[in-house]
């Protein structure tokens, strides 16, 4: 599944714009909701990117599903809540997450090198994509429900 916003390129005067689930094979949406602005339900210490995989994923915990999110929607709370709920997520997160060591966002790489740093079931990719622009990815795999 993959998760991301929707809306148009040249919104109208109000504007519109919708939280999507997508299953990747089929092409079909799976769970969806629109953004109303700031909605009351959600605590102010929850990031919205988190609040929003939480919400989709509600209907499909424990059945074993892949998320597949950008960085907007990934965070290592938001990893480790779905991984109790036995759903893996995979997908790139922003070097300015306070997860990411300081050590490891300054560090210099050769370019095009790429460093796994592991710990337990979380996996943080790291490659020097060009000179001054490095590409982070996340994992935190599951096992496979049967």
């Known amino acids: 599944m993959q998760v991301y916003s929707d809306y148009d390129s040249k919104l109208d005067k109000y504007g ?3 939280w ?5 094979d089929s092409k079909y949406k799976v769970n969806a909701f629109p953004y109303l602005g700031k909605d009351d339900v959600r605590s102010n210490d929850e990031r919205l990117g988190d609040y929003v ?3 989709l994923m509600q209907p499909y ?10 960085n907007f929607f ?4 938001v990893a480790k809540t779905l991984k109790s709920n036995g759903t893996s997520i995979v997908g790139t997160i922003n070097k300015a997450r306070r997860e ?3 050590c490891v966002k300054q560090a ?7 460093v796994v740093l592991k710990k337990d079931d979380i996996t943080l990719t790291v490659r020097q994509e060009k000179h001054k622009k490095m590409f982070f990815s996340l994992a935190l795999c599951t096992q ?3």
């Open 16 to 18: 519109r714009k919708f």
């Open 20 to 24: 999507l689930a997508v299953n990747k």
């Open 53 to 55: 995989v939480k919400k």
């Open 61 to 70: 915990l424990k059945k074993g599903r892949n998320i597949t999110c950008d």
């Open 74 to 77: 990934k965070s290592l709370s």
């Open 100 to 102: 990411i060591h300081v």
């Open 108 to 114: 210099k790489e050769e370019l095009y090198s790429t």
């Open 144 to 146: 496979t429900f049967k």
